[in-house]
């Protein structure tokens, strides 16, 4: 049996990294389970972003998260649904 040594550095990062991916993932789930709800009267658009700025709010995007969701196309910079 191999014994590996890690850092506390390195512990906090893979936990910073899978928190990360939980909460996009997360984001994702809610915007495709909210679009297949919507009404006529809403555009998917503006319950995508309501998403958004609910997660902002609670501080669940970190820079991280910000990062995932511009390379997928999610979101620009400014936070703005594409």
């Avoid at 990360?20 to 809403?42: C, G, P, Q, R, T």
């Avoid at 609910?54 to 620009?76: A, C, H, P």
Wanted: charged share 35%; glycine share 2%.
């Amino acid at each position: 049996m191999t014994k590996y040594i890690i850092t506390k550095k390195q512990l906090k990062e893979y936990v910073e990294k899978k928190r990360a991916n939980k909460v996009f993932y997360d984001i994702l789930l809610e915007m495709y389970k909210s679009k297949k709800l919507l009404n006529e009267n809403v555009s998917s658009k503006k319950v995508s972003q309501s998403i958004i700025n609910n997660y902002k709010r609670k501080n669940l995007i970190t820079s991280r998260v910000e990062e995932m969701l511009i390379k997928y196309g999610v979101i620009n910079e400014n936070y703005e649904i594409i």
